[in-house]
């Protein structure tokens, strides 16, 4: 299943969900990274997108709205990742675990998990 986009500020709102909800527009904003200085204004818009999205569900709480995440964050990962291999490799992930690989260097234990995975994806 396809899940919509998610932008780089939607998904930093659907962190703090994840890690902790139901959560009020009001909550969220508190907990929000200081470096973005959102407005409550601002967050009510962020969710009422994701909500569009149908990545956040809202129940209604008296004079608030509670917000609960209606995605999973491996699922969203996964798209998330999907569209980044199509944007900069084509759809291919050799190229992307090469750079990574040049950029970031890896540990026997990372060579040793990426052979066991490819001798279980030839199985």
């Not at 932008?7 to 969900?17: I, K, R, Y």
């Not at 407005?39 to 609960?68: E, F, H, P, Q």
């Not at 569209?83 to 234990?109: N, T």
Request: no cysteine.
């Amino acid at each position: 299943m396809d899940h919509p986009k998610i932008s780089e500020a939607e998904m930093q709102l659907l962190q703090l969900l994840w890690e902790e909800s139901p959560l009020g527009a009001a909550e969220i904003s508190e907990r929000a990274p200081e470096e973005r200085a959102w407005s409550i204004k601002t967050v009510k818009t962020l969710l009422s997108r994701l909500v569009a999205k149908g990545a956040v569900t809202a129940v209604s709480d008296g004079r608030r709205y509670l917000y609960t995440p209606a995605v999973e964050r491996e699922a969203v990962a996964v798209n998330q990742a999907r569209g980044l291999l199509e944007r900069l490799f084509g759809g291919r992930v050799s190229p992307l675990v090469a750079q990574l690989a040049r950029q970031k260097g890896l540990s026997e234990d990372d060579l040793a998990e990426l052979e066991a995975l490819v001798r279980s994806l030839r199985k």
